[in-house]
T-cell receptor
Framework: GAGVSQTPSNKVTEKGKYVELRCDPISGHTALYWYRQSLGQGPEFLIYFQGTGAADDSGLPNDRFFAVRPEGSVSTLKIQRTERGDSAVYLC?????????????FGPGTRLTVT | KQEVTQIPAALSVPEGENLVLNCSFTDSAIYNLQWFRQDPGKGLTSLLLIQSSQREQTSGRLNASLDKSSGRSTLYIAASQPGDSATYLCAVNSNSGYALNFGKGTSLLVTP
């Protein structure tokens, strides 16, 4: 079956603009995660959804970052007033259920460049 | 806070060599540990997942070990090939959390 997909694959935006990044999880997966990977670093956790609700958003760096999952499937990560430091690869993962007993499956990522 | 460290940061070996990548973590209260492969510009491919109760897992030329009490894991790659060139990431899942804690990775280059 289809894996996790993310769109766009690449996004270039100017400082101060608003961007939306989309994640389509594996069908039937109730848990969805967003991570951010800066150059030369490992991925860092941003937010975790169980169904439609954000169960843990402790990794969001500040209030410019927001994510939604209104129907419990597709999720959108929204970044307001982008800054050059937001440039990174944004990875999405999904799992059949929430918690450490369920393996997370990763999408190819969206590379965001803020100029 | 769980800290995951990977050594070395980069490694270059000639084709055919056996090699070991190291991962250490500071909090031994883990649920499982996972090794991933990441090719340039790509997402993460899961290689091996070791539960906290296990000592090792094997898949083809790959063998991962886990010593939870000492906070260490190794990924052993036998008879390396140029196609093994990639970044290898270690990630730890804690007993109580949802997020994977990643190391910075080891960038591997296998030369023909």
């Amino acid at each position: 079956g289809a894996g996790v997909s993310q769109t766009p694959s690449n996004k270039v935006t100017e400082k101060g603009k608003y961007v939306e990044l989309r994640c389509d999880p594996i069908s039937g997966h109730t848990a969805l995660y967003w991570y951010r990977q800066s150059l030369g670093q490992g991925p860092e956790f941003l937010i975790y959804f169980q169904g439609t609700g954000a169960a843990d958003d402790s990794g969001l760096p500040n209030d410019r970052f927001f994510a939604v999952r209104p129907e419990g499937s597709v999720s959108t990560l929204k970044i307001q007033r982008t800054e050059r430091g937001d440039s990174a690869v944004y990875l999405c993962a999904s799992s059949l259920g929430g918690g450490p007993s369920y393996e997370q499956y990763f999408g190819p990522g969206t590379r965001l460049t803020v100029t | 806070k769980q800290e995951v460290t990977q050594i070395p940061a980069a490694l270059s070996v000639p084709e055919g060599e056996n090699l070991v990548l190291n991962c250490s973590f500071t909090d031994s209260a883990i649920y499982n540990l996972q090794w991933f492969r990441q090719d340039p510009g790509k997402g993460l491919t899961s290689l091996l997942l070791i539960q906290s109760s296990q000592r090792e897992q094997t898949s083809g030329r790959l063998n991962a070990s886990l010593d939870k009490s000492s906070g260490r894991s190794t990924l052993y790659i036998a008879a390396s090939q140029p196609g093994d060139s990639a970044t290898y990431l270690c990630a730890v899942n804690s007993n109580s959390g949802y997020a994977l804690n990643f190391g910075k990775g080891t960038s591997l280059l296998v030369t023909p």
